[in-house]
């Protein structure tokens, strides 16, 4: 029993993430957040790399690999901003031609009725009929509200737990940032990560990323859906809570436009309100309980 | 990422729940808990019965995913905790085996594994809690003997233990951490007085305990004169990466019959509190999985000491276990303040897991610090 990523998952990740830092560092992230839209070599580049078609058979022209694997690289994706309606295009690749090569981009309806980057897509699932743009939160996501949802049954708990995945990789990087921050930034003569009350900030956003950390991979491995539900949980709370601790210690360099922190936030609330956001999973959760599962 | 476990251990698993199953039957009622002889007996009867059927040493010589099977199945089982055998069992024991000579590890093992002796742990002070290397009781050298003076707080079982793991300064010139010897002190020595401290919850857990020219060989000493610190570091966060795995266990269990409860009681009907426990079904879930990455951190780094990611582990654990009584409060209605309802002592039990053995404040500075490599401070 080892809950840790093999080597061979490592590597994954490590060269998904050298992928990611080369075409989408932070000159390519400005210049995203000024002009929005997909990058569609990006989004090839990634279908190249197996992105889209890691958890696809290799008979049907896939990577074969499973959902830790693809929990990795949601991580990944998370951590690097990476914009786009990526589990939607993911969970396409065995049905919707051209997603598992990232030619094809697919978006949903969400069961909210919010649907993320539809001008940018190619194909849309669900019905998104009379959909009307709003002023998104977050500047790298573009949402669209349907007036009347239909009711699309109870989310893919896949999805959730690759957005559970991507939500571990905000909260992993903006501690990161926070640390390094708090080391580099001096005041009264002192670095602030040396005052208890900045680096007690840190510890706490230390915890509750490796506590989702432990969640979101072992659900990776049972699938069950309690377990992704759970997952979800600890990591919205990881990634909302440190996106905003990190702020904090950013202090008013955190509040502008220029830093990096606001967008993992923005992201962190985007995401935590798919799939039903948290309620349906709180209440998955209690049903759970009396339901004698354990 | 893998949680399946290997044949080996699931057979281990097998035989210890079948012998659980034969056993726990057998055993005498468990006694009260203000009746402290009778604790004792019970608590030394339990590891006498661990030890004939093979399992005593399971928390020095087992790989930790085995210690976290044995936790788990011994708590499902509703087997009697570790008790008055803690100090022996995972600290004081595991610092002989590891740094004792062998005629040290000769005297006093076999009688820690086989039930027959109790020890407690004299390392908290008066001046000297979270900053336990301010220690002030002082031992000088006498011929072949230590003199001991000084007093030592937060004792558990010390009414019943026959040794105490004593930390003392033999050095008060060098540097704090530097002048700290361990000892072992029996509790039948003169000059040892015992004063029971009344919980918060009402009950006697622990005690204070005086030490006036207490006489201790200096054959009883484990390691090196002033290498105290050390000595006692090398063990102190032993078992923190497993040995809450049982706590984990009884608290999802809980959690269920709070459920049961809240839906007996018409409190499910409030979305508020239904999706607080929901929550904490996710709390709860998230900290098997890390008790069960920390079993495999240690697994794979030679069943080293797991102190980094206890950390990380306690801060969390007890905030959770907190919550969840608080939780219980709000299911059981002004029930709560009443001491004969079930999970209202617990609730006052729960308030010291943020304070004892490291309070999360410090926890918290030894994740800044040694985790995340932030600079220390004042």
């Known amino acids: 029993m080892r809950l840790h990523p093999t080597d061979d998952q490592r590597a994954l990740r ?83 031609s051209g997603a598992a090569t990232g030619e094809t981009v697919v978006t949903a309806v969400d069961g909210g009725g919010l649907v993320e980057w539809l001008d940018a897509s190619d194909t849309v699932l669900g019905d998104a009929s009379g959909a009307v743009p709003l002023r998104s939160v977050d500047p790298l996501t573009p949402l669209h509200r349907v007036p009347a949802p239909a009711s699309v049954g109870p989310p893919d708990p896949v999805a959730v737990l690759l957005t559970a995945a991507e939500q571990l990789g905000t909260a992993a990087r903006v501690c990161e940032l926070a640390v390094q921050h708090a080391r580099a930034r001096k005041q009264f003569g002192q670095p602030i990560g040396a005052f208890q009350a900045v680096k007690h900030l840190c510890a706490d956003m230390l915890v509750r990323t490796e506590t989702a950390r432990a969640a979101v991979y072992a659900a990776a491995v049972t699938a069950g859906p309690a377990d992704i539900a759970a997952a979800r949980l600890l990591a919205d709370e990881a990634a909302g809570r440190g996106s905003r601790d990190c702020l904090q210690v950013h202090g008013g360099m955190g509040f502008t436009w220029e830093s990096e922190v606001h967008l993992h936030l923005k992201r962190a609330w985007v995401r935590s309100h798919r799939a039903g956001g948290v309620t349906e999973s709180e209440e998955l959760l209690a049903a759970d309980l009396v339901a004698g599962a354990g | 990422m893998d949680l399946t476990y290997t044949p080996q251990e699931e057979d281990f698993r097998a035989r210890l729940r079948e012998w659980l199953a034969e056993v726990l039957p057998t055993l005498p009622p468990k006694p009260s808990p203000d009746d402290w002889p009778a604790r004792r007996a019970y608590d030394l009867g339990w590891q006498r019965a661990l030890h004939d059927a093979g399992y005593a040493g399971v928390h020095w010589d087992a790989s930790p995913t085995t210690r976290l099977i044995f936790w788990e199945e011994t708590e499902r089982a509703g087997a009697p905790y570790v008790g008055a055998n803690f100090v022996g069992l995972l600290h004081a024991g595991p610092t002989i085996a590891t740094e004792g000579t062998p005629a040290q590890r000769e005297r006093w093992l076999p009688p820690i594994l086989r039930g027959e002796e109790v020890w407690c742990q004299g390392f908290s002070e008066p001046e000297a809690g979270s900053d336990l290397a301010s220690l002030r009781t002082r031992a000088r050298r006498d011929g072949d003997h230590y003199v001991v003076s000084g007093s030592k707080l937060w004792t558990s079982h010390a009414e019943v233990a026959d040794w105490c793991e004593l930390l003392v300064r033999t050095d008060s010139a060098a540097p704090r951490h530097r002048g700290i010897t361990w000892l072992a002190m029996p509790m039948d020595a003169p000059g040892v007085t015992v004063r029971p401290l009344r919980t ?106 797991p102190g980094v990611a206890g950390s990380v582990f306690k801060l969390r654990y007890s905030h959770a276990r907190q919550e969840l009584y608080d939780t219980a409060a709000a299911v059981l209605g002004p029930d709560c303040l009443d001491l004969d309802r079930p999970w209202v002592l617990d609730r006052l039990s729960s308030l010291s897991y943020t304070i004892a053995a490291g309070t999360s404040q410090i926890q918290r500075t030894i994740v800044g610090e040694r985790v995340l490599g932030l600079p220390k401070g004042r």
Do not use: H
Request: charged share 25%.
């Open chain 2, 200 to 305: 918060l919850a009402g009950s006697a857990e622990f005690a204070e305990m005086f030490l006036d020219e207490v006489r201790v060989p200096v054959a009883d000493r484990v390691g090196a004169e002033n290498d105290g610190w050390r000595v006692t570091m090398v063990t102190l966060s032993f078992e923190r990466g497993t040995a809450f795995a049982g706590e984990v266990v009884a608290c999802r269990r809980v959690l269920g019959e709070l459920a049961r409860e809240a839906r007996a009681g018409g409190r499910w009907d409030d979305p508020a509190l239904r999706r607080r426990l929901g929550r904490l079904n996710a709390e709860f879930r998230a900290l098997w999985r890390l008790v069960q990455w920390n079993a495999g951190e240690t697994e794979t780094a030679g069943g080293g000491v």
């Open chain 1, 14 to 96: 490590d060269s998904l993430r050298r992928l990611l830092a080369r075409r989408f560092g932070a000159v390519a992230l400005r210049a995203a957040v000024a002009g929005p839209g997909l990058d569609r070599a990006l989004w090839r580049e990634l279908g190249a790399a197996g992105f889209f078609a890691l958890r696809l058979p290799e008979a049907d022209g896939g990577v074969g690999l499973g959902l830790p694997e693809a929990v990795l690289a949601f991580e990944e994706a998370g951590r690097a901003l990476l914009p786009g309606p990526l589990a939607a295009t993911c969970l396409a690749a065995g049905t919707v």
